[in-house]
């Protein structure tokens, strides 16, 4: 008894292993090397073989009669690039393309609709020669296996899809950068036939170049002007930080334009980088332009001090030693004379200019001959000395203090209402180039 329950228990076991392939339906049908594929009681395998059968893949479908037309849409995964230096962006998608193929149509069955092949059996059929136009670099992925498929409809139609990543060109204008607006595309041809593109609008977003650019030169020319508030005695100071400043707005700039293409016309944040390290070479000539003043106005004072001691010793010593004082009218020019030519100082005299000399080469000229007095206007100034063109040094200290603020405020507004009203006018307009 126990011999004859194990026989039927083999018995059994052997039956259920044979019946296993037959009954086992597998997701998706592929073309075999050998031994057949099976879907319920339709033959996979002698389909795709049929195919076969004068069938040559080097002739288009309906070759001599209408050209075949290709369906064709674009699933976008990720776009993971978009350079400016470079003039191109990088696009992951996959790519499917439909046709219809009557050579590959077959009868219909029941449960047999449809036949998905792997990318093996493409090598075999006819597939449209179609290629993308402005691609630079482009590549098929392939872990773990070809992304790669076709799928055959018993009517004969074809879809195929692959999966794609390409690096194509986009020409783009900066002049509004950074606040421009690129319309990039992807051409796809098949040679004298019709051509498709793809087309993709980018908008930059602006909170990089506010916090890496704007801002810090902003707050820059804000430096700029704490020399204003300065002592314009504290040479070293006021020079250092002007110094600095503009040091620090050159290197923003070059560090700007180095991750930019070196093209010909000017970008919008060029003309603001160039407008903030103007108003910062501006703070800097603006105290060379105090230091001059303030050392013509001390020349000045200096020059009418040694002319008021040297009239004031001409008052406690009316003659020259050893010249007796009898010398009637002419001793007071005489000592007018030695005045002169002991004190020698250079004034522009607008009357001895106009001749073609300074008021010592005048005064000196005429000494030999008749020693001729002082002007009035150096020994009574009609003007406070202390100014130069009626200003004084520190008047243009406080009045950068107004101006340079205000300048750069109105610029600001500027800048930013008239550039952001032409981005989005551009923007309607769009167009690739």
């Not at 950074?178 to 980018?202: G, H, K, T, V």
């Not at 005045?339 to 010592?360: I, N, W, Y």
């Not at 000229?365 to 009609?382: K, S």
Request: one cysteine or more; proline letters at 6%.
């Amino acid at each position: 008894m126990r011999s004859h329950a194990a026989s039927w228990s083999f018995a059994l076991l052997a039956v259920t292993v044979a019946l296993l392939p037959a009954t086992h339906k597998p997701p998706f049908a592929h073309a075999a090397t050998g031994g057949g594929s099976m879907l319920g009681d339709v033959n996979i395998s002698a389909i795709l073989d049929s195919f076969s059968v004068s069938y040559d893949k080097r002739v288009r479908p309906n070759y001599g009669g209408p050209p075949v037309e290709v369906g064709v849409t674009m699933y976008v995964l990720s776009i993971s690039s978009l350079s400016e230096v470079k003039m191109d962006f990088t696009l992951d998608f996959y790519f499917r393309q439909f046709w219809t193929d009557p050579r590959l149509a077959f009868k219909q069955r029941q449960g047999v609709e449809t036949l998905s092949v792997g990318s093996e059996f493409i090598k075999n059929i006819w597939v449209p020669d179609t290629f993308f136009v402005n691609e630079k670099q482009s590549y098929f992925h392939i872990a773990t296996t070809s992304n790669e498929f076709i799928r055959i409809h018993h009517s004969g139609s074809i879809t195929r899809s692959i999966r794609l990543t390409i690096t194509a060109s986009c020409p783009m204008n900066l002049q509004y950068f950074p606040m421009d607006r690129q319309l990039c595309r992807i051409e796809i041809e098949s040679w004298n036939y019709s051509r498709l593109a793809c087309e993709i609008q980018f908008v930059r977003s602006m909170g990089y170049y506010l916090i890496q650019i704007y801002i810090p030169s902003g707050l820059i020319v804000i430096i700029s002007w704490v020399s204003f508030w300065l002592n314009r005695n504290a040479t070293p100071a006021r020079v250092a930080l002007g110094v600095t400043t503009v040091l620090t707005m050159t290197t923003l700039m070059s560090s700007t334009n180095a991750a930019l293409p070196k093209i010909s016309y000017v970008k919008s944040i060029d003309v603001y980088l160039g407008t903030c390290f103007v108003m910062v070479f501006a703070s800097l000539l603006e105290y060379a332009t105090v230091g001059y003043m303030a050392k013509r106005i001390q020349m000045r004072k200096n020059r009418f001090q040694k002319i008021a001691e040297s009239m004031k010793a001409a008052r406690e010593n009316p003659g020259p030693p050893g010249i007796p004082g009898d010398h009637g009218d002419h001793a007071p020019k005489q000592t007018w004379s030695r005045v002169v030519q002991e004190v020698r100082f250079k004034v522009h005299d607008p009357k001895a200019h106009s001749k073609g000399g300074t008021l010592e080469n005048t005064i000196n000229g005429r000494a030999d001959e008749e020693a001729a007095p002082v002007p009035q206007h150096l020994i009574h100034p009609g003007k406070d000395i202390s100014k130069l063109y009626g200003v004084t040094p520190s008047d243009i200290d406080k009045y950068s203090r107004i101006v340079f603020p205000v300048c750069f405020v109105c610029f600001n507004l500027m800048y930013w209402i008239i550039y952001l009203h032409i981005s989005d006018v551009v923007a309607d307009d769009l167009v690739p180039l």
